[in-house]
């Protein structure tokens, strides 16, 4: 079955393949989207039959232009640009070699996850065959993309809020930095060890965490039944709590 190799922030492409909790997945193995999921449905409406000479400085590449790629040509194929090894993963800058692409400081920060496609795609009211030229146009590539980066975001803003809920509720102090080394540690998502790329991580974690209104040090959220249950000892004495008060007389009763 053939694959697609869609750009993404290398910390997405990382995560991709360290979701498996007991081992890491190779480069060169495609990860594989639930038919259910949105990628997937994605992929099977927009998935089109493209030639590999209009993917040249793409957002994804098809199986036949990525194999050009790994033997050192353009993705439309023709002469050696570059002498390399076919089963190393090309780096962003070989890639940027291959395609022509300029901009090569644009790219830093990116790379490229194989993707399986669905064996079936659908347009014209008829299901088609994929084969290895099957591609996604450049803004459906952004836009699968898009969808892949949020997953992430989602996923780390759920260990956020249950990491937080944990410490408040045995008492632990954890800074934030270490809540997101943990993340990325059991992600196998690597940073840098220069201060300038573990500082612009930070910064997107907690944007993201601004962005979707939430405090890393919330509380944890009972259910109202759980709170408003009244019993029949607390019944008889309906008034306001003095949570200092009771606190001063704990204190006083241990030190007597």
Request: overall charge negative; glycine content about 4%; proline content about 3%.
């Amino acid at each position: 079955m053939a694959n697609i190799y869609l750009r993404v922030p290398t910390y997405v492409a990382q995560f991709y393949r360290g979701l498996d909790a007991t081992r890491q997945m190779s480069e060169f193995e495609p990860y594989k989207f639930c038919e259910f999921q949105h990628e997937y449905i994605w992929m099977k409406n927009m998935l089109r039959l493209i030639p590999e000479t209009e993917q040249t400085s793409s957002w994804c590449y098809s199986q036949r232009a990525w194999n050009n790629m790994l033997g050192g040509k353009s993705p439309a194929g023709g002469k050696i640009i570059l002498h390399r090894d076919r089963t190393v993963w090309p780096s962003i800058n070989e890639i940027c070699t291959m395609t022509g692409e300029k901009k090569i400081q644009k790219m830093d920060g990116y790379d490229y996850l194989c993707l399986q496609m669905p064996q079936d795609v659908v347009y014209g009211n008829q299901l088609h065959h994929t084969n290895g030229s099957y591609n996604l146009s450049a803004k459906n590539a952004i836009a699968l993309q898009r969808l892949l980066r949020d997953e992430f975001v989602h996923t780390f803003l759920d260990w956020l809020i249950q990491e937080r809920r944990y410490c408040n509720q045995v008492g632990l102090h954890r800074e934030i930095g270490q809540t997101i080394e943990r993340f990325f540690e059991r992600y196998y998502i690597f940073i840098g060890a220069t201060l300038k790329e573990r500082d612009s991580m930070y910064r997107m974690s907690r944007r993201w965490v601004d962005q979707a209104r939430i405090l890393p040090n919330d509380r944890v959220d009972f259910s109202n039944s759980d709170i408003h249950y009244i019993s029949e000892k607390e019944s008889e004495r309906l008034e306001p709590m003095d949570f200092e008060r009771e606190i001063d007389e704990e204190i006083a009763s241990k030190e007597m």
